[in-house]
Protein backbone atom coordinates (compact mmCIF):
# COMPACT_ATOMS: atom_id res chain seq x y z
CA UNK A 1 0.00 0.00 0.00
CA UNK A 2 1.95 3.68 -1.27
CA UNK A 3 0.85 5.88 1.72
CA UNK A 4 2.26 8.78 0.42
CA UNK A 5 0.87 9.09 -3.43
CA UNK A 6 -1.27 11.85 -4.18
CA UNK A 7 -4.73 9.88 -5.49
CA UNK A 8 -6.80 11.97 -7.90
CA UNK A 9 -10.43 13.29 -5.99
CA UNK A 10 -12.39 10.50 -7.85
CA UNK A 11 -10.06 7.55 -6.63
CA UNK A 12 -10.05 9.11 -2.73
CA UNK A 13 -14.33 9.55 -3.31
CA UNK A 14 -13.64 5.91 -3.85
CA UNK A 15 -11.88 5.20 -0.57
CA UNK A 16 -14.44 7.47 1.25
CA UNK A 17 -17.49 5.63 -0.37
CA UNK A 18 -16.24 2.24 1.59
CA UNK A 19 -14.59 3.03 4.23
CA UNK A 20 -15.23 6.41 5.71
CA UNK A 21 -18.76 7.00 8.00
CA UNK A 22 -21.09 9.05 5.91
CA UNK A 23 -22.19 11.52 8.13
CA UNK A 24 -21.03 14.56 6.31
CA UNK A 25 -22.05 15.92 3.25
CA UNK A 26 -18.60 16.67 1.24
CA UNK A 27 -17.83 18.69 -2.05
CA UNK A 28 -16.84 15.79 -5.08
CA UNK A 29 -12.80 17.15 -4.33
CA UNK A 30 -9.88 16.25 -2.64
CA UNK A 31 -7.72 18.80 -1.31
CA UNK A 32 -4.00 18.49 -0.81
CA UNK A 33 -2.01 22.03 -0.41
CA UNK A 34 -3.09 25.07 1.16
CA UNK A 35 -0.92 28.39 0.92
CA UNK A 36 -2.75 31.56 2.90
CA UNK A 37 -5.43 31.87 1.74
CA UNK A 38 -5.44 29.65 -1.67
CA UNK A 39 -5.86 26.05 -1.42
CA UNK A 40 -5.64 23.42 -4.40
CA UNK A 41 -7.39 20.13 -5.14
CA UNK A 42 -5.56 16.82 -6.11
CA UNK A 43 -6.35 18.12 -10.37
CA UNK A 44 -4.12 21.36 -9.13
CA UNK A 45 -6.90 23.49 -9.76
CA UNK A 46 -7.04 26.86 -7.25
CA UNK A 47 -9.05 27.81 -4.90
CA UNK A 48 -9.53 31.64 -3.29
CA UNK A 49 -10.85 30.30 0.33
CA UNK A 50 -13.02 32.73 1.93
CA UNK A 51 -14.07 30.08 4.26
CA UNK A 52 -10.95 28.81 5.22
CA UNK A 53 -11.11 25.54 7.48
CA UNK A 54 -14.54 26.27 8.17
CA UNK A 55 -13.25 28.86 10.65
CA UNK A 56 -10.36 27.61 11.97
CA UNK A 57 -7.42 28.65 10.00
CA UNK A 58 -7.61 32.33 11.10
CA UNK A 59 -4.47 32.69 9.58
CA UNK A 60 -5.38 31.00 6.51
CA UNK A 61 -3.35 27.55 5.21
CA UNK A 62 -0.12 26.54 6.46
CA UNK A 63 0.91 29.71 8.81
CA UNK A 64 4.77 29.89 8.05
CA UNK A 65 5.27 30.33 12.14
CA UNK A 66 2.93 27.96 13.14
CA UNK A 67 4.73 25.41 10.56
CA UNK A 68 8.20 25.96 11.78
CA UNK A 69 6.70 25.83 15.74
CA UNK A 70 5.30 22.60 14.73
CA UNK A 71 8.28 21.14 13.09
CA UNK A 72 10.54 21.81 15.91
CA UNK A 73 8.00 21.03 18.60
CA UNK A 74 7.75 17.64 17.36
CA UNK A 75 11.24 16.83 17.73
CA UNK A 76 11.31 17.75 21.08
CA UNK A 77 8.42 16.46 22.83
CA UNK A 78 4.67 15.56 21.48
CA UNK A 79 2.93 14.35 24.36
CA UNK A 80 3.08 14.53 28.28
CA UNK A 81 0.13 13.72 30.16
CA UNK A 82 -0.93 16.96 32.67
CA UNK A 83 0.13 14.98 35.53
CA UNK A 84 3.65 16.93 34.83
CA UNK A 85 4.08 20.78 33.77
CA UNK A 86 5.39 21.80 30.47
CA UNK A 87 6.76 25.38 29.56
CA UNK A 88 4.53 25.62 26.34
CA UNK A 89 1.17 25.20 28.18
CA UNK A 90 1.87 27.72 30.71
CA UNK A 91 2.93 30.41 28.45
CA UNK A 92 0.21 30.18 25.94
CA UNK A 93 -2.21 30.43 29.31
CA UNK A 94 -0.04 33.60 30.09
CA UNK A 95 -0.67 35.02 26.35
CA UNK A 96 -4.79 34.36 26.74
CA UNK A 97 -4.99 35.33 30.28
CA UNK A 98 -2.66 38.83 29.23
CA UNK A 99 -4.81 39.04 26.19
CA UNK A 100 -8.26 38.33 27.74
CA UNK A 101 -8.90 37.46 31.03
CA UNK A 102 -8.53 34.56 34.12
CA UNK A 103 -7.37 31.15 33.97
CA UNK A 104 -7.17 28.40 31.11
CA UNK A 105 -8.19 25.16 30.95
CA UNK A 106 -7.02 23.37 27.49
CA UNK A 107 -8.70 20.77 25.41
CA UNK A 108 -9.07 19.95 21.88
CA UNK A 109 -12.20 21.19 20.58
CA UNK A 110 -15.31 23.50 21.11
CA UNK A 111 -17.43 21.08 22.02
CA UNK A 112 -14.73 20.07 24.81
CA UNK A 113 -14.49 23.28 25.77
CA UNK A 114 -18.61 23.91 26.13
CA UNK A 115 -18.86 20.65 27.92
CA UNK A 116 -16.10 21.72 30.46
CA UNK A 117 -18.19 25.18 30.75
CA UNK A 118 -21.72 23.59 31.44
CA UNK A 119 -19.50 21.46 33.96
CA UNK A 120 -17.81 24.15 36.07
CA UNK A 121 -21.42 26.21 35.78
CA UNK A 122 -22.99 23.47 37.68
CA UNK A 123 -19.57 22.44 40.22
CA UNK A 124 -18.90 26.36 40.93
CA UNK A 125 -22.91 27.10 42.38
CA UNK A 126 -22.59 26.04 46.07
CA UNK A 127 -26.37 26.15 46.26
CA UNK A 128 -27.32 23.23 43.42
CA UNK A 129 -28.48 25.16 40.80
CA UNK A 130 -28.37 23.52 37.63
CA UNK A 131 -30.29 25.19 35.04
CA UNK A 132 -28.62 27.27 31.57
CA UNK A 133 -30.67 29.58 29.67
CA UNK A 134 -29.08 29.19 26.00
CA UNK A 135 -30.37 30.94 22.99
CA UNK A 136 -32.83 30.18 19.36
CA UNK A 137 -30.18 29.64 16.76
CA UNK A 138 -27.01 29.14 19.10
CA UNK A 139 -24.53 26.79 18.23
CA UNK A 140 -22.28 25.02 20.95
CA UNK A 141 -21.03 21.61 19.37
CA UNK A 142 -22.00 18.07 19.14
CA UNK A 143 -21.77 16.45 22.29
CA UNK A 144 -24.94 15.56 24.51
CA UNK A 145 -24.40 18.70 26.47
CA UNK A 146 -23.15 20.84 23.72
CA UNK A 147 -26.25 19.48 21.34
CA UNK A 148 -28.46 20.37 24.17
CA UNK A 149 -27.28 24.28 24.32
CA UNK A 150 -27.35 24.18 21.40
CA UNK A 151 -30.75 26.02 20.53
CA UNK A 152 -32.11 24.46 16.89
CA UNK A 153 -34.21 21.38 17.29
CA UNK A 154 -33.01 20.03 13.86
CA UNK A 155 -30.28 18.96 15.45
CA UNK A 156 -32.21 17.33 18.65
CA UNK A 157 -34.26 15.09 16.17
CA UNK A 158 -33.66 11.12 17.35
CA UNK A 159 -30.80 12.14 20.32
CA UNK A 160 -33.55 12.24 23.15
CA UNK A 161 -33.69 12.38 26.48
CA UNK A 162 -31.09 15.10 26.31
CA UNK A 163 -29.07 16.53 29.37
CA UNK A 164 -31.72 17.89 32.01
CA UNK A 165 -31.62 21.69 32.58
CA UNK A 166 -31.50 23.97 29.56
CA UNK A 167 -33.69 26.32 28.02
CA UNK A 168 -33.45 28.54 25.30
CA UNK A 169 -34.51 32.59 24.82
CA UNK A 170 -34.78 34.22 21.69
CA UNK A 171 -31.90 36.05 20.77
CA UNK A 172 -31.27 40.02 21.89
CA UNK A 173 -34.28 39.61 23.91
CA UNK A 174 -33.03 40.61 27.23
CA UNK A 175 -37.06 40.38 29.02
CA UNK A 176 -37.20 36.54 27.74
CA UNK A 177 -33.91 35.83 29.24
CA UNK A 178 -35.34 37.73 32.92
CA UNK A 179 -38.55 35.77 32.71
CA UNK A 180 -36.62 32.18 32.49
CA UNK A 181 -34.05 33.29 35.15
CA UNK A 182 -35.06 31.26 38.25
CA UNK A 183 -33.00 30.40 41.21
CA UNK A 184 -32.27 27.21 40.07
CA UNK A 185 -30.02 28.82 37.43
CA UNK A 186 -26.52 28.58 37.22
CA UNK A 187 -25.33 30.20 33.78
CA UNK A 188 -26.25 32.36 31.00
CA UNK A 189 -24.30 30.72 27.96
CA UNK A 190 -24.14 32.78 24.68
CA UNK A 191 -22.32 33.15 21.52
CA UNK A 192 -21.24 36.74 21.82
CA UNK A 193 -22.04 37.00 17.59
CA UNK A 194 -24.27 33.99 16.50
CA UNK A 195 -21.70 32.51 14.19
CA UNK A 196 -23.84 29.30 12.60
CA UNK A 197 -27.39 30.83 13.21
CA UNK A 198 -26.55 33.53 10.44
CA UNK A 199 -24.07 36.08 12.14
CA UNK A 200 -26.61 37.91 14.23
CA UNK A 201 -24.38 40.37 16.49
CA UNK A 202 -25.47 40.41 20.02
CA UNK A 203 -26.76 44.11 20.61
CA UNK A 204 -24.65 46.47 23.43
CA UNK A 205 -27.47 46.44 25.44
CA UNK A 206 -28.50 42.89 25.41
CA UNK A 207 -25.08 41.71 27.12
CA UNK A 208 -25.07 44.76 29.67
CA UNK A 209 -28.37 43.64 30.12
CA UNK A 210 -27.33 39.80 30.85
CA UNK A 211 -24.13 40.71 32.67
CA UNK A 212 -26.20 42.66 34.99
CA UNK A 213 -29.03 39.93 35.03
CA UNK A 214 -26.32 37.62 35.65
CA UNK A 215 -24.68 39.56 38.80
CA UNK A 216 -27.82 40.01 40.50
CA UNK A 217 -28.83 36.15 40.02
CA UNK A 218 -25.27 34.75 41.53
CA UNK A 219 -24.67 33.08 37.91
CA UNK A 220 -22.22 32.66 35.46
CA UNK A 221 -22.24 34.65 32.31
CA UNK A 222 -20.18 32.07 29.59
CA UNK A 223 -19.61 33.15 26.16
CA UNK A 224 -19.05 31.10 23.70
CA UNK A 225 -16.30 32.33 21.73
CA UNK A 226 -15.34 29.32 19.62
CA UNK A 227 -15.63 31.11 16.52
CA UNK A 228 -15.72 34.43 17.47
CA UNK A 229 -11.96 34.64 19.36
CA UNK A 230 -8.76 34.72 18.34
CA UNK A 231 -8.47 38.08 16.41
CA UNK A 232 -11.78 36.81 14.67
CA UNK A 233 -13.77 40.33 15.16
CA UNK A 234 -10.53 42.42 14.80
CA UNK A 235 -10.46 42.12 18.53
CA UNK A 236 -8.47 39.75 20.78
CA UNK A 237 -12.08 38.38 21.38
CA UNK A 238 -15.43 40.03 20.56
CA UNK A 239 -16.61 40.52 24.26
CA UNK A 240 -13.51 43.20 24.42
CA UNK A 241 -15.99 45.12 21.43
CA UNK A 242 -18.76 45.47 24.50
CA UNK A 243 -17.10 46.72 27.37
CA UNK A 244 -18.11 43.72 29.88
CA UNK A 245 -16.11 40.55 30.59
CA UNK A 246 -18.00 37.17 30.84
CA UNK A 247 -16.98 34.88 33.93
CA UNK A 248 -16.17 32.21 31.54
CA UNK A 249 -14.57 32.21 27.49
CA UNK A 250 -14.94 29.02 25.47
CA UNK A 251 -12.52 28.95 22.77
CA UNK A 252 -11.17 27.00 20.03
CA UNK A 253 -11.64 26.89 16.01
CA UNK A 254 -8.83 29.82 15.15
CA UNK A 255 -6.93 29.11 18.67
CA UNK A 256 -3.94 27.43 17.50
CA UNK A 257 -3.94 27.97 13.50
CA UNK A 258 -5.71 25.52 12.22
CA UNK A 259 -4.06 22.63 14.61
CA UNK A 260 -6.78 21.22 16.95
CA UNK A 261 -7.07 23.27 20.10
CA UNK A 262 -9.54 24.17 22.93
CA UNK A 263 -9.79 25.90 25.97
CA UNK A 264 -12.06 27.28 28.66
CA UNK A 265 -10.57 30.83 30.01
CA UNK A 266 -12.17 31.61 33.47
CA UNK A 267 -11.79 34.05 36.41
CA UNK A 268 -9.50 32.71 38.78
CA UNK A 269 -12.16 32.57 41.76
CA UNK A 270 -14.17 30.63 38.88
CA UNK A 271 -11.63 28.93 37.95
CA UNK A 272 -11.17 27.45 41.64
CA UNK A 273 -13.79 25.27 41.19
CA UNK A 274 -12.54 22.90 38.50
CA UNK A 275 -10.69 20.74 41.42
CA UNK A 276 -8.38 18.05 41.10
CA UNK A 277 -10.33 15.08 39.86
CA UNK A 278 -13.51 17.31 38.58
CA UNK A 279 -12.44 17.22 35.00
CA UNK A 280 -9.56 16.07 32.31
CA UNK A 281 -8.92 15.94 28.72
CA UNK A 282 -6.18 13.61 28.36
CA UNK A 283 -4.82 14.95 24.76
CA UNK A 284 -5.36 18.54 26.03
CA UNK A 285 -2.91 21.20 26.32
CA UNK A 286 -0.52 18.94 24.27
CA UNK A 287 3.11 20.79 23.56
CA UNK A 288 2.28 20.57 19.68
CA UNK A 289 -0.95 22.16 20.16
CA UNK A 290 0.59 24.81 22.57
CA UNK A 291 3.56 25.62 20.17
CA UNK A 292 0.79 26.39 17.29
CA UNK A 293 -0.99 28.77 19.84
CA UNK A 294 1.41 30.41 20.54
CA UNK A 295 2.68 30.89 16.76
CA UNK A 296 -0.57 31.65 16.31
CA UNK A 297 -0.81 34.85 19.25
CA UNK A 298 2.78 35.97 17.91
CA UNK A 299 1.45 36.52 14.18
CA UNK A 300 -1.30 38.33 14.91
CA UNK A 301 0.68 40.24 16.90
CA UNK A 302 4.08 40.92 14.87
CA UNK A 303 1.45 40.99 11.89
CA UNK A 304 -0.83 43.51 13.41
CA UNK A 305 -3.50 41.83 11.90
CA UNK A 306 -6.00 42.57 14.37
CA UNK A 307 -5.83 45.89 12.66
CA UNK A 308 -5.61 44.09 9.13
CA UNK A 309 -8.98 42.44 10.20
CA UNK A 310 -10.68 45.35 10.88
CA UNK A 311 -9.23 47.13 7.24
CA UNK A 312 -10.41 44.15 5.19
CA UNK A 313 -13.43 44.08 7.07
CA UNK A 314 -14.38 47.93 6.53
CA UNK A 315 -13.79 47.45 2.77
CA UNK A 316 -15.85 44.21 1.75
CA UNK A 317 -18.81 45.71 4.07
CA UNK A 318 -18.31 48.38 1.78
CA UNK A 319 -17.96 46.20 -1.25
CA UNK A 320 -21.44 44.52 0.03
CA UNK A 321 -23.67 47.53 0.84
CA UNK A 322 -22.99 49.02 -2.50
CA UNK A 323 -24.47 45.78 -4.41
CA UNK A 324 -27.08 45.76 -1.58
CA UNK A 325 -28.35 49.06 -2.70
CA UNK A 326 -28.56 47.79 -6.14
CA UNK A 327 -29.73 44.29 -6.09
CA UNK A 328 -33.03 43.69 -3.74
CA UNK A 329 -32.21 39.66 -2.92
CA UNK A 330 -29.47 41.25 -0.22
CA UNK A 331 -32.00 41.75 2.15
CA UNK A 332 -29.52 42.06 5.30
CA UNK A 333 -25.77 42.26 5.65
CA UNK A 334 -24.22 41.53 8.79
CA UNK A 335 -20.68 42.29 9.25
CA UNK A 336 -17.87 42.05 12.52
CA UNK A 337 -14.47 42.04 11.31
CA UNK A 338 -14.20 38.91 9.47
CA UNK A 339 -17.05 37.22 10.35
CA UNK A 340 -19.37 37.95 7.58
CA UNK A 341 -22.89 37.49 6.75
CA UNK A 342 -25.21 38.19 3.82
CA UNK A 343 -28.39 37.64 4.06
CA UNK A 344 -30.60 36.60 0.84
CA UNK A 345 -34.37 36.35 0.02
CA UNK A 346 -33.88 32.85 -1.56
CA UNK A 347 -31.75 30.02 -0.82
CA UNK A 348 -28.13 30.73 -0.17
CA UNK A 349 -26.60 26.88 -1.40
CA UNK A 350 -26.61 27.55 -4.82
CA UNK A 351 -24.06 30.52 -4.40
CA UNK A 352 -21.51 27.78 -2.83
CA UNK A 353 -21.47 25.66 -5.52
CA UNK A 354 -21.23 28.46 -8.57
CA UNK A 355 -18.51 30.26 -6.81
CA UNK A 356 -16.81 26.65 -6.34
CA UNK A 357 -16.49 26.47 -9.97
CA UNK A 358 -15.01 29.76 -10.28
CA UNK A 359 -12.39 28.95 -7.97
CA UNK A 360 -14.11 30.80 -4.47
CA UNK A 361 -14.72 29.11 -1.57
CA UNK A 362 -17.62 29.89 0.44
CA UNK A 363 -19.97 29.11 3.04
CA UNK A 364 -23.88 28.89 3.21
CA UNK A 365 -25.68 28.68 6.46
CA UNK A 366 -28.83 28.87 8.30
CA UNK A 367 -31.01 28.80 4.51
CA UNK A 368 -30.64 32.28 3.25
CA UNK A 369 -27.13 33.10 4.46
CA UNK A 370 -24.28 33.18 2.25
CA UNK A 371 -21.29 33.51 5.13
CA UNK A 372 -17.83 34.42 4.90
CA UNK A 373 -14.76 33.80 7.33
CA UNK A 374 -11.78 35.20 5.70
CA UNK A 375 -8.36 34.43 6.89
CA UNK A 376 -7.66 37.63 9.46
CA UNK A 377 -4.25 38.28 6.97
CA UNK A 378 -6.08 38.22 3.81
CA UNK A 379 -5.15 41.17 1.17
CA UNK A 380 -7.22 43.75 -0.47
CA UNK A 381 -6.37 42.27 -3.65
CA UNK A 382 -7.58 38.82 -2.29
CA UNK A 383 -10.97 40.49 -1.14
CA UNK A 384 -11.82 42.34 -3.96
CA UNK A 385 -11.06 39.26 -6.23
CA UNK A 386 -13.25 36.81 -3.94
CA UNK A 387 -15.72 39.74 -4.17
CA UNK A 388 -15.55 39.97 -7.77
CA UNK A 389 -16.90 36.66 -8.10
CA UNK A 390 -19.31 36.34 -5.63
CA UNK A 391 -21.14 39.58 -6.45
CA UNK A 392 -21.23 38.20 -10.22
CA UNK A 393 -23.02 34.90 -8.68
CA UNK A 394 -25.23 36.91 -7.25
CA UNK A 395 -26.05 39.15 -10.02
CA UNK A 396 -27.04 35.81 -12.09
CA UNK A 397 -29.15 34.52 -9.22
CA UNK A 398 -30.86 37.58 -8.85
CA UNK A 399 -31.54 37.70 -12.65
CA UNK A 400 -33.08 33.74 -12.54
CA UNK A 401 -35.41 35.30 -9.68
C1 LIG B 1 -17.82 25.31 15.79
C2 LIG B 1 -18.41 25.78 17.07
C3 LIG B 1 -18.50 24.94 18.19
C4 LIG B 1 -18.09 23.48 18.14
O1 LIG B 1 -16.73 23.33 17.94
P1 LIG B 1 -16.14 21.86 17.56
O2 LIG B 1 -14.66 22.09 17.57
O3 LIG B 1 -16.69 21.50 16.23
O4 LIG B 1 -16.59 20.94 18.62
C5 LIG B 1 -18.99 25.46 19.37
N1 LIG B 1 -19.38 26.74 19.45
C6 LIG B 1 -19.32 27.58 18.40
C7 LIG B 1 -19.75 29.01 18.56
C8 LIG B 1 -18.83 27.13 17.17
O5 LIG B 1 -18.81 27.95 16.12
Redesign the pocket.
Known sequence: MNMTATGSSQETIALFDKYVIPNYGRYPVSLVRGEGSHVWDAEGKRYLDLFPG???NILGYCPPKVVQRVQEQVSQLIHVPNTWYTEQQGKFAQWLSTKGFGQAFFC???????EGAIKLARLHTTDNRYRIISFEN??????MG?ITATGQPKYHEGLGPLVAGFRYAPYNDLAAVEELMDDETCAILL?PI???GGVNIADESFLAGLRQLADDNNCLLIF?????GMGRTGEWFAYQRYGIQPDVM?L??GLAGGV?C?AIMARPEVAQSLRPGTHASTFGGNAIAMAAGIATAETIEEENLLENCKAMSDRIKQHIEQLAAELPIIQDVRVCGMMIGIDLTTSATPAVSACMERGVLINATHDTVVRLLPAINITAEQVDEGWQVISDVFREMAEDQ
Open positions: WGCNSGAEAISFHGRTAEQGEDEVQTTAKAG
